[in-house]
């Protein structure tokens, strides 16, 4: 029953930022799938002892590759695999469920909040027994395990069903499908006091929250409508469809435009929230207002004592270096420990493991605690409505208060898409060479007080890494530029901008941020290298 498949290796399995991400039709190649999976069980060893999470976000090939896994687990003699029903499991729900029944790793299948469909992206994510993505020192192994394959194991069996809770077995290898929403139900209750957000809905509090027809759907109308009793209608795009319907699930004002746009009209519910495809990203909205994912962590910090679970204190918090520093001004004012990592959720592990911090976020719209070790869209948005049912305020009023206490780091993020490599490359590599001749330098008024590429050295493991230069000046405003390592073709340049204001608290981000756009632009000669005038994205 067990077959041992002939196969030669491909080169462009390395995993990014969050795991490996392809074109749908790149991962559709004969044996690609199998050899990358066969990479990490090679790399793993032993593997009956091991039990496994197995799902994802419905996309596009999903099911396809499931089947593969089931059966290449199976072959390689794995203990048992856990997967949610029908194949469907969100990142956050996912690393719960590793946590909780200490199961030895997972596989969530997403390429995240990138299109999907045949045409769109197709991803792996590959967690531990952190319940979190594996660090580079085994992605590395992988993927030198990838570019040696010759050849891959699979169960010659028919397509196991997914469809039914409860266990079958595929040789010895045990398969429980599960709920892959009662779980997670069940951790958000005992973190929230869904009481008082329940007498918020009871009171007439509106929200729309949007899936994007991605995972999320079954989660948020179990969550937000059948439980705390927000009005029918209020998730919408609830059914997860294999290509999203054609939406764009990244939870941002260019990406979630139904959903902004009907809070930005005078229709506009009390509270707006987005996931993206695997629901590990969020996005908050009140009426007519926006708030960004930096001053979102920064919020949400700042109002711990309102949640039960942490009420009785927090340790740190920590924010990737592009994110804006308004989460360090609460860090200080509370007296906790403060953290910057490199891009990607996998860096903000170790320190939730060693008890370092409580919170952490990214501005690409995630946010998420120690209760798991993925960011969680769900999680944030339900901490938003608990704090609002605490304090009886708009999304706009704390918001606005909090700048007032701390005053506002202006925040957006300019993306170049779709640049050669080579040329994003060495757009990179000279910039970096350059940044030592900034120092003092002044452009328009903006004194530079540093420039140095960004490095991290983790206090656990004591593993380092590189990701990212990092200008700032003299009056504390900040340019980041790094490379997107979660693209699927191409290379996509990210420029993020801040400038902190104690005084000037209600002026458009875009105007504050001009002056520093125009030296971001200059420094790193992004029109002459890219021959783009302006961003592709703006967020
Ligand atoms: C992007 C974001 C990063 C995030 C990553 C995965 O990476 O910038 O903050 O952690 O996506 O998000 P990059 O390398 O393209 O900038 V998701 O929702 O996969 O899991
Ligand atoms: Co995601």
Same mark, same amino acid.
């Given at each position: ?13 390395? #995993?990014?930022?969050?795991?490996? @991400? ?5 991962? #559709? ?23 496994? %999470? ?40 996912? !690393? +719960? ?16 909040? +990138?299109?999907?469909?045949? +045409? ?25 395990? /990838? %570019? ?51 007498? %918020? ?6 929200? @729309? ?75 908050? %909205? ?33 924010? !990737? ?32 493991? !060693? ?44 918001? @606005? ?37 900034? +120092? ?98 703006? /967020?």
């Amino acid at each position: 029953m067990i077959t041992t498949v002939s196969t030669t290796p491909y080169t462009d399995q390395k #995993m990014g930022t969050a795991g490996l @991400r392809k074109k749908s039709k790149i991962a #559709m190649q004969p044996n690609y799938v199998e050899n990358f999976m066969q990479s990490i069980f090679n790399a793993i060893g032993r593997l009956d002892d091991k039990t496994f %999470l197995v799902g994802g976000d419905g996309r596009f090939y999903n099911d396809i590759a499931i089947q593969k896994i089931i059966k290449m687990a199976a072959a390689n003699g794995v203990k048992k695999l856990v997967i949610g029903q029908n194949g469907f499991v969100s990142t956050p729900a996912g !690393s +719960n469920i590793i946590l909780k029944n200490k199961l030895d790793g997972g596989f969530v299948l997403s390429a995240s909040h +990138n299109p999907g469909g045949e +045409n769109g992206d197709f991803g792996i994510k590959y967690s531990n027994q952190t319940g979190g993505q594996v660090p580079a020192s085994v992605t590395d192994k992988i993927y030198a395990n /990838t %570019l040696s394959i010759r050849e891959y194991k699979i169960y010659d069996a028919p397509d196991i069903d997914l469809s039914h809770l409860g266990t079958q077995h595929l040789g010895t290898m045990e398969i429980e499908v599960i709920d892959p929403v009662v779980d997670y139900v069940e951790m958000v209750e005992h973190i929230f006091d869904f009481n008082a957000i329940k007498a %918020l809905f009871a009171k007439g509090f509106t929200m @729309r929250f949007d899936a994007m027809n991605a995972v999320t759907g079954p989660y948020a109308i179990r969550i937000f409508e059948e439980i705390l009793g927000a009005p029918k209608g209020s998730v919408v795009h609830a059914k997860p469809l294999p290509d999203f319907g054609g939406l764009h699930p990244d939870p941002n004002l260019v990406y979630a435009k139904e959903l902004v746009d009907l809070m930005f009209s005078d229709s506009a519910p009390d509270f707006g929230g987005a996931n993206d495809g695997d629901g590990d990203r969020n996005m908050i %909205l009140g009426k007519k207002f926006f708030v960004t994912p930096s001053d979102s962590l920064a919020i949400l910090t700042d109002n711990y004592q309102y949640i039960p679970a942490y009420k009785n204190g927090i340790f740190g918090v920590a924010k !990737s270096a592009a994110t804006s520093t308004a989460v360090g001004r609460v860090a200080k004012a509370h007296n906790i420990g403060y953290y910057e990592v490199p891009t990607g959720w996998k860096y903000f592990v170790n320190l939730m493991d !060693s008890q370092r911090i409580t919170f952490c976020g990214e501005e690409s719209f995630g946010t998420g605690s120690a209760h798991i070790r993925e960011k969680d869209g769900i999680w944030a948005i339900l901490f938003w409505l608990n704090i609002i049912a605490a304090t009886g305020k708009s999304v706009e009023q704390i918001t @606005r208060e909090h700048w007032q206490k701390y005053g506002r780091s202006y925040y957006m993020r300019f993306d170049f898409e779709g640049l050669d490599t080579a040329v994003a490359d060495k757009l990179m590599s000279d910039l970096e060479a350059k940044l030592p001749s900034l +120092n003092n330098q002044e452009f328009n008024g903006y004194k530079v007080s540093e420039a140095a590429p960004f490095v991290y050295n983790d206090p656990v493991d004591n593993s380092s890494t590189k990701n990212g230069l990092i200008v700032k000046f003299a009056d504390g405003s900040r340019i980041v530029y790094r490379l997107s390592g979660t693209g699927s073709s191409g290379a996509t340049l990210r420029v993020y901008l801040e400038k902190y204001e104690q005084n000037k608290l209600a002026e458009e981000p875009l105007d504050m941020l001009k002056p520093i756009l125009a030296i971001a632009m200059e420094i790193a000669e992004i029109t002459p290298r890219t021959g783009k005038q302006h961003a592709d994205v703006i /967020t």
